[in-house]
T-cell receptor, first 116, second 113 residues
Framework: NAGVTQTPKFQVLKTGQSMTLQCAQD?????MYWYRQDPGMGLRLIYYSASEGTTDKGEVPNGYNVSRLNKREFSLRLESAAPSQTSVYFC???????????????FGSGTRLTVV | AQTVTQSQPEMSVQEAETVTLSCTYDTSESNYYLFWYKQPPSRQMILVIRQEAYKQQNATENRFSVNFQKAAKSFSLKISDSQLGDTAMYFC??????????FGAGTTVTVRA
C-alpha cells in the first residue's frame, strides 16, 4: 500500500543508548517531517526536510539529528537517549507547492519509544 | 510556532447525537489553511476535513462540518449523528505557506452506546 512507513513500531531504550528511527514514503512527496506526540501537548515538530538535500529545525530539535537520505527516506537519530524523549514519534510527508500542498500531510503509523 | 488552542480536553456524546469541538488559533497572516485530524486508538492520523482561509463557505465532509469564523480566529468541528467509530482524539491544525503544520493539544471524544 502506498504511504509512509515507519520502523520500528515499538522500542525500549536504556538511558544513554542511541537509535535511529526510519521513515520512507513512496508517494513522490518533496517534504518530510518528524513530530513527537506527548499527552496534553499535541504533536510538536522536531525536524523537517522541505526538499531532498535540506533539513531544518522545528520546535523541539534538541537531542535529535536527522538525515534526508534521498527523496524517499528521512531518518531521526537519538544519539544519547534520555527519559524526556519517551514519546510517540510520527513521520509525515507532503507535497510542497501547488494546490496539493494544501491537503495536509500523510502520516506514518508512529513509533512508541520508551527510555528507561 | 503558531498557537493553536483546543480548550476541551475531553468530550462525551451519546450515539446518534451531535458534538462540537472548539479550536482557536493565533496568526497575523491572511492566507492559511486549517485542518481537523482524527487519531483513533490505532494511533493512525487521519485527515477529517480542511478549510482554506480565503473561502468564506464552511467545509463539509459527510457527517463532519466546520464553523470557520476568520475574524474571531475560530475553527470548530461538528460531528453529527455520532457513531461508535468516531471515538478518537481529534486535533486541530494550522498551516501557512511554509507548509509546516502546528497542532493543538487535542480533544478526546468518546461516543457512548
Amino acid at each position: 500500500n502506498a504511504g509512509v512507513t515507519q520502523t520500528p513500531k515499538f522500542q525500549v531504550l536504556k538511558t544513554g543508548q542511541s537509535m535511529t528511527l526510519q521513515c520512507a514514503q513512496d508517494m513522490n512527496h518533496n517534504s518530510m517531517y518528524w513530530y513527537r506526540q506527548d499527552p496534553g501537548m499535541g504533536l510538536r515538530l522536531i525536524y523537517y526536510s522541505a526538499s531532498e538535500g535540506t533539513t531544518d529545525k522545528g520546535e523541539v530539535p534538541n537531542g535529535y539529528n536527522v538525515s534526508r537520505l534521498n527523496k524517499r527516506e528521512f531518518s531521526l537519530r537519538l544519539e544519547s537517549a534520555a527519559p524526556s524523549q519517551t514519546s510517540v514519534y510520527f513521520c509525515a510527508s507532503s507535497v510542497r507547492g501547488g494546490w496539493l500542498a494544501n491537503y495536509g500531510y500523510t502520516f506514518g503509523s508512529g513509533t512508541r519509544l520508551t527510555v528507561v | 510556532a503558531q498557537t493553536v488552542t483546543q480548550s476541551q480536553p475531553e468530550m462525551s456524546v451519546q450515539e446518534a447525537e451531535t458534538v462540537t469541538l472548539s479550536c482557536t488559533y493565533d496568526t497575523s497572516e491572511s492566507n492559511y489553511y486549517l485542518f481537523w485530524y482524527k487519531q483513533p486508538p490505532s494511533r493512525q492520523m487521519i485527515l477529517v476535513i480542511r478549510q482554506e482561509a480565503y473561502k468564506q463557505q464552511n467545509a463539509t465532509e459527510n457527517r463532519f462540518s466546520v464553523n470557520f469564523q476568520k475574524a474571531a480566529k475560530s475553527f470548530s468541528l461538528k460531528i453529527s449523528d455520532s457513531q461508535l467509530g468516531d471515538t478518537a482524539m481529534y486535533f486541530c491544525a494550522f498551516m501557512m505557506n511554509d507548509y509546516k503544520l502546528s497542532f493543538g493539544a487535542g480533544t478526546t471524544v468518546t461516543v457512548r452506546a
